[in-house]
């Protein structure tokens, strides 16, 4: 377990001196939640969930992608898993590096919503929580994807692009209604809205029956992410 934990605290010291990282993982949901909160009609039932997805949308897949693919582009991936530490251990430390940031995320954006705005869900909290960790495999799997088959410029460029995509076509701020017929058909099969859908059906008890689809296509998005990566994976 020592190795594990040393590796842990590693990634959190280097996923803190990434002031970019931090400013899109961090700091843009607080700042979305802040002016959308105070200029909408009706804001947190709506939003709060919203942004609870982008949070971990932001942090699986931009942070961790982006980070990894550094790390494969100057050797230090190749070092460390030629290293004693084991394999398992890296990944574990990776991936509880990420949800550790992500709880953070969720405690700040709650914590904001509900001195701020007044929310309270009439839903279940750990239903949301499995939704949300759905979605952190979901888009882990689509920045470790990304990070092992792509060089880190290209990980860079497209990673930041599927989050402006995930953005807009997520659900995150507008409903997905408004878009235009085939792209909002088209949307809802990607896992941003399946992960909006599901997080806003679990803290919503009127909409709570409708949360099984979007949990299943957000599973299904996570199997085949994480298994193409496994799959297609390179550490130089």
């Known amino acids: 377990m020592r190795p594990l934990f040393a590796q842990l605290q ?89 949800l550790l940031i992500e709880i953070v995320q969720v405690l700040v954006l709650v914590l904001i919503a509900r001195l701020m705005f007044g929310w309270a869900p009439s839903g279940s ?49 507008l409903p997905l209604d408004r878009l235009p017929g085939p792209i909002g058909a088209a949307a809802h099969a990607l896992p941003a809205a399946a992960l909006t859908d599901a997080t806003r059906g679990a803290l919503d008890s009127v909409s709570a029956q409708t949360e099984l689809g979007p949990l299943a296509l957000l599973a299904a998005w996570a199997v085949v992410a994480l298994g193409a990566a496994a799959v297609t994976f390179r550490a130089e």
């Open 10 to 98: 590693i990634e959190l010291i280097l996923t803190l001196r990434r002031a970019e990282s931090l400013l899109i993982t961090v700091v843009v949901p607080i700042v979305l939640l802040v002016f959308f909160g105070a200029v909408a009609a009706n804001p947190p039932d709506f939003l709060v969930p919203g942004l609870l997805a982008l949070a971990v949308m932001s942090t699986s897949m931009v942070s961790l992608g982006i980070a990894t693919a550094y790390e494969r582009y100057y050797g230090a991936l190749k070092r460390l898993l030629g290293s004693p530490l084991p394999r398992s251990s890296l990944v574990a430390a990776k991936t509880l590096a990420v």
């Open 125 to 173: 909290y750990v239903e949301a929580g499995v939704a949300l960790i759905l979605g952190s495999a979901a888009f882990a799997g689509l920045g470790l994807l990304m990070a092992g088959t792509l060089r880190a410029e290209a990980t860079l460029a497209i990673a930041n692009g599927l989050y402006l995509v995930f953005l807009l076509l997520g659900g995150f701020i």
